[in-house]
């Protein structure tokens, strides 16, 4: 079906699929179980199935209608495998999987195995399996979700594995950690800041990998990357760590909470505000690029690359402006590219009859929106966009005084921040939740068919919680949905990227009518003084605000490495047919280039993953995929 021919809250970014809800299960609840006991009996079948190469033994454990989740641990991809067939099939066609262990560490409550509900609503229990993946090049942390059916007999309904530490390149943590003095007698001694700037500088070498964007996304990967003594260098046209954050608009503020957001190695402190300020976060992304001694060019442009097929790497030409104030420029060749520019592309503006004719103060994508005018009293703003910019920006112009209009041309997914902290991230990601590894693995474990269905229960939840919020938008004009298939803001986020707003506070003031709403049209023209629409109604405006959100990442691609490049990329962003995002953290369809994006918790987990297959490639453990 065309997506044009959807509703909305249904549309998926280009080439995605608006994958199924699992099923679930009919359980028994039996409380005398042993769950070691059928834990480990199970795990034992399936090693000794394994490594006699039984495939159809092996997935003879599973349920008919089960899932095997695996990043990297079978091959280097991400992949989810349905059913009994697609779990024989895949085996058969090689893997590197060796055995997987019961570990007790990762247990919510320090035993392991566990007996637990799978649903919020209580009604389908089983047994939760903490593991260890051991694979023939390394090893990772693993889970399952056992269910007893009803017959009485116990089978996997989820199975993850994992590849996240490489056999001979364990990262340098704990006991492994660097000595970082030079004792002795060691003649024309360089010290730590001299060594950290030729280090820096790349005087003497090429890196390994360039990294383009120095937002969370490319800070994550290069931190990683580090820890496998990879060597990288991050490139970004801002003067300074952190100021994609900073130039945004006046007052945003993230609305994840400081739970989910950890970075890498070094999370935030216990005193950190539950949401950062966008200027706060800058801070300290660009601390945490310094304490990790990461390599970053700022006002750096790339001018020039291409893929050098014969010597399998890049050929990179970049015009760097330098402290002083001098500009060089440097010819770099890489093996790797990551493309870390943000999981969206370029802003996404568009064009309109009689832009250039406007004669107010301000015509604008949000992305360039400096913060409204202090006293505004007299002065009439209009948002286009109905998701979280548009609302927060409506809001700065409300608050200053100015008679606010926010178009919706299309229904907003709405979710309270209170339904969010106490619906979608609790109980893992909480103040008294597990550590920030664990929620990650029992997030990331379900495949994302079950991850939908979860969500369709917790919209359910978060209407009835929200439903006076909501009953209010609607009756003042402005029009809600329940997300893809009633799956909320989370699995629209997952699948389109967009199209959700976490309330804070601004709902309050378009239901109380201080925040005007026109919705469901589209405009025509911008006319001198205001805008025309498609009804042949007009409305007068001194400052224009386009929150139209942004492009998709394959735009920045085309934008930053040409056609030729962006032509072998395939779909950013959304599912493929198996549930795994499209593109992202895995190959792209273009050998030495990877895209890199996400909130700051995706970026957390699927840098280590993007890390652990270029360390791979570098070593010669892994090869490009034949095209």
Not at 398 to 417: A, F, K, L, P
Request: charged letters at 25%.
């Amino acid at each position: 079906m065309a997506q044009t021919s959807l509703p909305s809250h249904q549309r998926v970014v280009p080439g995605s699929v608006d994958i199924p809800l699992s099923s679930w299960p009919d359980t028994t609840k039996d409380v005398s179980v042993d769950a070691s006991e059928v834990a480990s009996r199970i795990v034992g079948l399936f090693n000794e199935l394994l490594s006699k190469r039984d495939h159809t033994g092996v997935a003879g454990l599973f349920l008919e209608d089960s899932y095997w989740r695996d990043h990297l641990a079978l091959t280097f991809d991400l992949r989810t495998m349905k059913g009994r067939s697609k779990i024989i099939s895949f085996l058969d066609n090689g893997h590197h999987l060796e055995n997987i262990e019961i570990v007790q560490e990762y247990a919510s409550k320090n035993v392991s195995p566990e007996k637990v509900s799978f649903r919020g609503d209580g009604s389908v229990h089983g047994i939760q399996v903490f593991t260890c993946t051991r694979t023939k090049y390394g090893s990772g942390p693993g889970h399952i979700r056992l269910i007893q059916d009803g017959n009485g007999e116990w089978a996997i309904w989820t199975l993850y594995t994992s590849m996240t530490e490489l056999n001979e390149h364990p990262e340098p943590l704990g006991n492994l950690r660097p000595n970082g003095a030079q004792h002795g007698f060691h003649q024309d001694r360089k010290n730590w800041l001299e060594r950290r700037e030729e280090d820096s500088n790349f005087e003497k070498r090429d890196p390994d990998v360039l990294i383009v964007g120095g937002g969370q996304a490319g800070l994550s990967v290069t931190a990683r990357l580090k820890m496998l003594n990879v060597s990288a260098l991050i490139v970004d046209n801002n003067e300074s760590i952190g100021d994609a954050w900073r130039k945004r608009y006046k007052q945003l503020v993230l609305h994840d909470p400081i739970w989910y957001d950890h970075m890498p190695y070094i999370k935030f402190p216990s005193f950190w505000p539950i949401f950062t300020p966008k200027d706060k976060i800058a801070d300290f992304l660009k601390s945490y690029a310094e304490m990790l001694e990461l390599n970053v060019w700022n006002s750096t442009d790339i001018k020039y690359s291409s893929w050098d097929e014969k010597k399998k790497r890049w050929d990179v030409v970049l015009q760097r402006k330098k402290r002083d104030g001098t500009t060089e420029v440097r010819v770099l060749h890489p093996y790797h590219i990551i493309q870390a520019t943000g999981h969206s592309g370029k802003p996404n503006l568009p064009r309109v009859k009689g832009m250039e004719t406007f004669e107010g103060d301000v015509l604008c994508h949000s992305s360039d929106f400096k913060g409204a005018k202090k006293d505004g009293r007299g002065k009439r703003a209009v948002v286009i966009g109905a998701c979280n910019s548009a609302m927060d920006i409506s809001q700065d112009f409300c608050e200053n005084g100015y008679d606010v209009t926010i178009i919706q041309r299309s229904s907003t997914t709405v979710m309270s921040s209170k339904a969010i902290l106490e619906l979608l991230c609790a109980p893992v990601y909480a103040e008294d939740g597990p550590p920030v590894e664990v929620a990650d693995l029992l997030t990331w474990s379900k495949p994302s068919e079950l991850y939908k269905a979860i969500n369709v229960d917790i919209t359910k939840l978060e209407e009835e919680m929200d439903k006076d919020t909501l009953a209010g938008l609607n009756k003042a004009g402005f029009k809600t949905d329940s997300g893809p298939m009633d799956g909320g803001l989370w699995v629209k986020y997952l699948q389109r990227g967009g199209g959700y707003y976490i309330e804070v506070g601004i709902a309050q003031l378009i239901i109380d009518g201080k925040i005007k709403v026109k919705h469901g049209v589209e405009i025509s023209e911008i006319l001198p003084n205001g805008l025309k629409f498609e009804d042949g109604s007009e409305l007068e405006a001194d400052e224009i605000v386009f929150a139209t959100g942004y492009l998709n990442m394959k735009s920045a691609t085309q934008a930053i490495f040409g056609e030729e490049v962006a032509s072998k990329i395939g779909n950013c962003w959304g599912y493929d047919s198996e549930g795994e995002t499209q593109t992202m953290w895995r190959p792209s369809g273009h050998e030495g280039f990877w895209l890199h994006g996400g909130n700051l918790a995706i970026c957390r987990y699927f840098s280590q993953l993007l890390a652990i297959q270029i360390k791979a490639r570098l070593e010669g453990i892994s090869k490009p995929p034949q095209t």
